[in-house]
């Protein structure tokens, strides 16, 4: 009965002689509570790090440390961040996707991305794949989307992430290229194309490697690896095989 009166009086006291407190402790339960989850998710996007590595899909330390500085999770909504670590693409904005890891590791290991390479993306989406090339570049990298509400998303995700300043997100149809920085070491395209478009091939350095899905318009297209052989615009192609990308719409692309 002693003890009771006891504890009461204590919880008065506190609240009358600091009320600032509560605040505090609802503020530090707050943030360990987000660390907790933050810690978790990257303990679980670790996790798939490893996998893809012990599967032969990440095959260098280089891929393998951007992969773990730019976890999936940190671009895409809240409702998807718990999936994030499940190696399928998962949906974004304007009815798009962000895709699967595996399928960004394929194509990050095929680019051979080195320090100061000169990088375009096209398909900039939720802005992942850029933030990715650039800590494989360590160079400022240019990414064109289409649509503008993905304009905004991928700049915020990559303003959060801490990428504002090194990539930069272009509003436009990126089967044009983006002539202003060219030429480049490597075009990434994201979105599957009919064909392989010709400014793309143009805005490449002699040497310069462009992989791009070529297929169909839904689902199954597959990835080329296209060198630049000459300045008249001179082709080598390997194809690496199937994959399934959304359509790469634009002037030298998809109609809509
Ligand atoms: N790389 C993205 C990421 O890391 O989240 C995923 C890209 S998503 C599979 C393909 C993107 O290509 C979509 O956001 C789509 O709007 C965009 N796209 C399609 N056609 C385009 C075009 N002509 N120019 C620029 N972006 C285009």
């Known amino acids: ?23 505090k402790i609802l503020f530090y339960t707050f943030l360990f509570v987000s660390l907790m ?3 978790d998710l990257y303990k679980r996007w670790m996790r ?8 032969g ?18 671009f895409v909504s809240d409702r998807y961040k718990e999936c ?22 394929i194509m990050l290991e095929l680019a051979e991305l080195e320090d100061g390479m000169n990088v375009l993306e096209i398909g900039a989406g939720s802005g992942w794949n850029a933030a990715l090339i650039y800590e494989l570049v360590k160079r ?3 990414t064109i989307e289409r649509v503008s509400d993905l304009v905004e998303f991928a700049r915020k995700n990559l303003e959060r992430a801490g990428y504002k300043d090194k990539v930069h997100v272009i509003w436009g149809d990126g089967t ?18 009919p064909k392989v478009p010709k400014p793309l091939i143009e805005q490449l350095k002699v040497g310069g490697k462009l992989l791009i899905p070529v297929g169909s318009y839904h689902l199954w297209q597959e990835l080329l690896e296209v060198i630049k ?7 080598k192609i390997k194809n690496h095989g199937g994959v399934a990308f959304v359509p790469l719409i634009g002037e030298h692309g998809w109609r809509e």
């Open 1 to 23: 009965m002693v003890e009771q009166v006891e504890t009461w009086k204590f919880i008065e006291d506190t609240e009358r002689t600091d009320p600032p407190n509560k605040l």
């Open 37 to 39: 989850d933050e810690s």
């Open 48 to 55: 798939l790090v490893e996998n893809l590595e012990r599967e």
């Open 57 to 74: 899909i990440i095959k260098s330390e280089k891929v393998k440390r951007a992969f773990l500085r730019v976890p999936r999770y940190k």
């Open 84 to 105: 994030a670590h499940v190696d399928e693409p998962l949906p974004i904005p304007a009815g798009q996707t962000i895709s699967a890891p595996h399928m960004v590791a």
């Open 140 to 142: 400022e990298v240019y």
């Open 176 to 193: 044009k290229g983006f002539p202003p920085n060219a030429p480049y070491d490597r075009i990434i395209v994201t979105a599957g194309a």
């Open 229 to 235: 052989l000459d300045e008249d615009n001179k082709i």
